[in-house]
Nanobody, 119 residues
Framework: VQLQASGGGLVQPGGSLKLSCATS????????IGWFRQAPGNEREGVSC????????YYADSMKGRFTISRSNAENTVFLQMDSLKPEDTAVYYC?????????????WGQGTEVTVSS
């Protein structure tokens, strides 16, 4: 099971970034895939998750209306579109298997991608 996040970078407040999570070694369509983040000195924080089958989604309260998770089973990739970014969104973002969505039980994850929101 491998997951690799990418797409992070430096963005100004109010800006947007789209993160990608490339997966391999398992059938993406059968798994809940979540994003969590971790800022220096902070605990991991759940961001969003997408379910297999119906593609139902979960968002942490502070991300609702700003972030959008999606999935392409054909490309074995999960995406996280982040809009209206705030300085407090600065963190390393990881994608992971999460069963069930919203549980905070992340079983497999790979290297994260760093997001910095600053003017």
């Amino acid at each position: 099971v491998q997951l690799q996040a990418s797409g992070g970078g430096l963005v100004q407040p109010g800006g947007s970034l789209k993160l990608s999570c490339a997966t391999s070694g398992f059938t993406l369509g059968y798994y809940h895939i979540g994003w969590f983040r971790q800022a220096p000195g902070n605990e991991r924080e759940g961001v969003s998750c997408i379910r297999p089958g119906d593609g139902g989604t979960y968002y942490a309260d502070s991300m609702k209306g700003r972030f959008t998770i999606s999935r392409s089973n054909a490309e074995n990739t999960v995406f996280l579109q982040m809009d209206s970014l705030k300085p407090e969104d600065t963190a390393v973002y990881y994608c992971a298997t999460e069963t069930p969505c919203g549980s905070g039980y992340w079983e497999y994850w790979g290297q994260g991608t760093e997001v910095t929101v600053s003017s």
